[in-house]
């Protein structure tokens, strides 16, 4: 029994009636602009894109990513890295970016809210000034978390979420909803071409060894030989979704042509922690890793997402 991959055909998009976008430069090889490509999906995103002959411009500013992540891309003549912080303005001349420059985990995004904040906000203007100057079309990659601690399963596109705005995630929360907003004013006064895509939990190689969300806890705490954490019963649902798949399905999204603007993208069967803990068991005993430590359950804290 291995954690479900999610497929491609799970996901949900909506086709709304949508404004006209300026015309997009749409090619087989052509230059794009990852932001935040030295982090977890970065990094397999520009090896992809790579992959596929573009020109992949790699920015980061190394806050949770790691030259470790690309450090097999930085041989290839087609892949450029540069260190920048987006919360400042920068012209490169691109044909399409993602953006996906903003620290995911909670542990990292609340170790400097006003940061979050300015990265999902400021930046995110310059990034929709930058596809303006240069016609690029911009993915941004959303969250489950603007939902907040929905009260709807499984959540729609259409569902408007359930947020604390001063909370302890608000930064993060409150920061992406903002960013959806830019990118749909900036579409709808400017004619940006846009994608915006809500990942959920994503994971798979490269994922940070102190991302401190579930997977990679249960993991690390499974490999050291500790008590493995649950929080409040594990009965609190989370959605997966492997990384190869959100790859293929960021660059599906970002090439579907201008009716696809919005789209949510997880796995629609949510798991339970408590599942996750017999998997953890089943997997351990099928390559023969010793569980030395015990399921330890500790309260949940109030900001957490039941679901
Ligand atoms: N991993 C998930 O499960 C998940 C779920 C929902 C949404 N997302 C979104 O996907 C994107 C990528 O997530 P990830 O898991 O790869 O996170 P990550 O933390 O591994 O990667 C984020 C990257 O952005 C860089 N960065 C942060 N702030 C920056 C700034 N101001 N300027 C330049 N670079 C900056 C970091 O150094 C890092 O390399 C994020 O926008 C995140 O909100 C991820």
Redesign the pocket.
């Known amino acids: 029994m291995v954690i479900a991959k999610s497929s491609v055909k799970d996901l949900v998009i909506i086709a709304d009636s949508v404004p006209e976008s300026v015309p997009t430069k749409i090619s087989d090889f052509m230059n794009i602009l990852v932001?935040?490509?030295?982090?977890?999906?970065?990094s397999h995103l520009c090896r992809q894109l790579l992959k596929q002959g573009h020109y992949v411009i790699c920015?980061?500013?190394?806050?949770?990513?790691s030259i470790e992540n690309i450090k097999d891309l930085r041989a290839n003549p087609n892949f450029e890295l540069i260190r920048?912080?987006?919360?400042d303005t920068i012209h490169i001349e691109c044909d399409q970016i993602y953006n996906?420059?903003?620290?995911?985990?909670p542990v990292?995004y609340q170790r400097d809210p006003i940061?979050t904040i300015k990265?999902s906000t400021y930046?995110m203007v310059n990034m929709l000034e930058l596809a303006l100057q240069t016609r690029a079309r911009i993915l941004q990659?959303?969250?489950?978390?603007i939902y907040g601690d929905p009260l709807e399963h499984p959540q729609k596109e259409s569902y408007l979420g359930h947020v604390n705005c001063i909370g302890p995630r608000s930064s993060y929360d409150e920061g992406?909803r903002v960013a959806e907003s830019l990118m749909m004013a900036y579409h709808k006064e400017k004619g940006v071409d846009i994608r915006i895509a809500r990942?959920?939990?994503?994971y798979g190689p490269n994922l940070?060894m102190n991302d401190g969300r579930v997977v990679s806890n249960f993991i690390i705490q499974a490999l050291r030989g500790q008590n493995i954490t649950v929080y409040g019963s594990g009965s609190q649902t989370r959605s997966f979704c492997y990384i190869s798949d959100m790859i293929e399905a960021l660059i599906k999204l970002m090439n579907k042509d201008s009716l696809f603007i919005l789209c949510v993208m997880g796995e629609w069967r949510k798991l339970l922690t408590r599942t996750l803990t017999l998997m953890l068991e089943l997997i351990c005993l099928k390559f023969s890793i010793f569980l030395t430590g015990i399921f330890l359950f500790m309260p949940l804290s109030f900001s957490f997402p039941y679901s």
Do not use: M, Y
């Not at 996906?100 to 985990?105: D, I």
């Not at 990942?199 to 994503?202: C, K």
């Open positions: 932001t935040g490509g030295a982090g977890f999906i970065g920015l980061d500013n190394f806050f949770t990513g920048h912080d987006i919360v996906l420059a903003c620290p995911a985990s990292h940061k990265t930046a990659t959303s969250t489950s978390e992406k990942l959920f939990n994503t940070a």
